[in-house]
């Protein structure tokens, strides 16, 4: 069975710290590795993918694929009271990036 | 741009009955997809379809079906619903990268 685990939280941070949100995935066969944003009530939006080993960086955020490890993490510097949402890590399988394993999501809030 | 649609936003079903959620995207996308997501949990997905005429089951396709008879449009069929389909569905769709998502069907099942 295919598995993404992560921390559920809430992870809390201050306002302008660095948020750390983590994830383990079970199937080496995973290629492919997304960080979603899910404001309450609203549909999932793409804020970051990995395919290789190592980080990648988009502004204020970073990727971070360890493959042997099976982890994958997301670094939100400067973290803003906007960036409060629950991050889904998912895991692509096949040859489409919409055969994705969804984990259950991390809830960030971040206190001004 | 539309992007992907879904309607309706909201609907409550009693046990047993039937309907159809509509997705449709105007994106030319091969890749449609439907996911559920119960509270508190992740999407899983129901069923997907790489291309019109062709369709395959996801990780949670029991009491479901679909069709892809276009491009455009990826409807979602539930028969008989139970309550244990109450949930949030979303339609998504994709070419190579980014998966686009609807703005979601919340259903009641009671």
């Known amino acids: 069975q295919k598995e993404v685990e992560q921390n559920s939280g809430p992870l809390s941070v201050p306002e302008g710290a660095i948020a750390s949100l983590n994830c383990t995935y079970s199937?080496?066969?995973?290629?492919?590795f997304f960080w979603y944003r899910q404001y309450s009530g609203k549909s999932p939006e793409l804020i970051m993918s990995?395919?290789?080993?190592g980080d990648k960086e988009d502004g204020r955020f970073t990727a971070q694929l360890n493959k042997a490890s099976q982890y994958v993490s997301l670094l939100i510097r400067d973290s803003q009271p906007s960036d409060s949402a629950t991050y889904l890590c998912?895991?692509?399988?096949?040859?489409?990036?919409?055969?994705?394993?969804f984990g259950k999501g991390t809830k960030l809030s971040v206190k001004p | 741009n539309a992007g992907v649609t879904q309607t309706p936003k909201f609907r409550i079903l009693k046990i047993g009955q039937s309907m159809t959620l509509q997705c449709t995207q105007d994106?030319?996308?091969?890749?449609m997809y439907w996911y559920r997501q119960d509270p508190g949990m992740g999407l899983k997905l129901i069923y997907y379809?790489?291309?019109?005429?062709?369709?395959d089951k996801g990780e949670v396709p029991n009491g479901y079906n679909v069709s892809r008879s276009t491009t455009e449009d990826f409807p979602l069929r539930l028969e008989l619903a139970a309550p244990s389909q109450t949930s949030v569905y979303f339609c998504?769709?994709?070419?190579?990268?980014?998966?686009?998502f609807g703005q979601g069907t919340r259903l009641t099942v009671v």
């Open positions: 998912a895991a692509g399988y096949g040859g489409s990036q919409g055969n994705l394993i």
């Open positions: 379809s790489v291309g019109a005429g062709i369709t």
């Open positions: 998504a769709s994709n070419a190579d990268t980014e998966a686009f």
């Open positions: 990995i395919y290789s080993n």
């Open positions: 199937d080496r066969v995973s290629q492919s």
């Open positions: 994106m030319n996308h091969n890749y």
